[in-house]
T-cell receptor, first 112, second 115 residues
Framework: GENVEQHPSTLSVQEGDSAVIKCTYS??????FPWYKQELGKGPQLIID?????GEKKDQRIAVTLNKTAKHFSLHITETQPEDSAVYFC???????????FGRGTSLIVHP | DAGVIQSPRHEVTEMGQEVTLRCKPI?????LFWYRQTMMRGLELLIY????????DSGMPEDRFSAKMPNASFSTLKIQPSEPRDSAVYFC?????????????FGSGTRLTVV
């Protein structure tokens, strides 16, 4: 089955800095890679996703990159703000019919 | 998320008692998922339904756990009898309208504490 590794487990940055969270996956057939943000006391919320036919996707201050050859993908947050503080999860799956495998999560702390 | 309503938000119960967690998916794909979250094991898929039918319950830890989905807008997860190691946050999620697993909408979760 799929195995997703996520690093780092904790990331502390100053407001305005960039943050990068990295994930690797094992199943070369995986083609869908979502990212979720979980704020304290809430459920994970989908913030961005990427499919294997593209290498990068952006949405305002958030971007995801995918390297299928190396089987890794990353979340980039620029100009971080205190409200970006949360736990971020990556996931990988073979697509709509397959259950995603989640990473263990990264706790991002943005210091004002 | 307003798309999935879970109740109760918090539950504290004594070991051996029965616990029932509830989920109401408002809209979306006709798939529904129950997850358990702990510090030690992260997010674990317990069971998922498609068209109200359980498809895969291999993640259900023991016979003490059971789940039902009597209709498209309601599901329950029951633990009987409960044990302290069941303490966790339990999430219900619905699939995306574009395809079951293309992005879930999670509820706010039920924090279960078994003492």
């Amino acid at each position: 089955g799929e195995n997703v590794e996520q690093h780092p487990s904790t990331l502390s940055v100053q407001e305005g800095d960039s943050a990068v969270i990295k994930c690797t996956y094992s199943d070369s057939a995986s083609n869908y890679f979502p990212w979720y943000k979980q704020e304290l006391g809430k459920g994970p919320q989908l913030i961005i996703d990427i499919r294997s036919n593209v290498g990068e996707k952006k949405d305002q201050r958030i971007a995801v990159t995918l390297n299928k050859t190396a089987k890794h993908f990353s979340l980039h947050i620029t100009e971080t703000q205190p409200e970006d503080s949360a736990v971020y999860f990556c996931a990988a799956s073979r697509g709509g019919s397959y259950i995603p495998t989640f990473g263990r999560g990264t706790s991002l702390i943005v210091h004002p | 998320d307003a798309g999935v309503i879970q109740s109760p938000r918090h539950e504290v119960t004594e070991m051996g008692q029965e616990v029932t967690l509830r989920c109401k998916p408002i809209s979306g794909h006709n798939s529904l998922f129950w997850y358990r979250q702990t510090m030690m094991r992260g997010l674990e898929l317990l069971i998922y339904f498609n068209n109200n039918v359980p498809i895969d319950d291999s993640g259900m830890p023991e016979d003490r756990f059971s789940a039902k989905m009597p209709n498209a807008s309601f599901s329950t997860l029951k633990i009987q009898p409960s044990e302290p190691r069941d303490s966790a946050v339990y999430f219900c999620a619905r699939g995306s309208p574009t395809g079951a697993n293309y992005g879930y909408t999670f509820g706010s979760g039920t924090r279960l504490t078994v003492v």
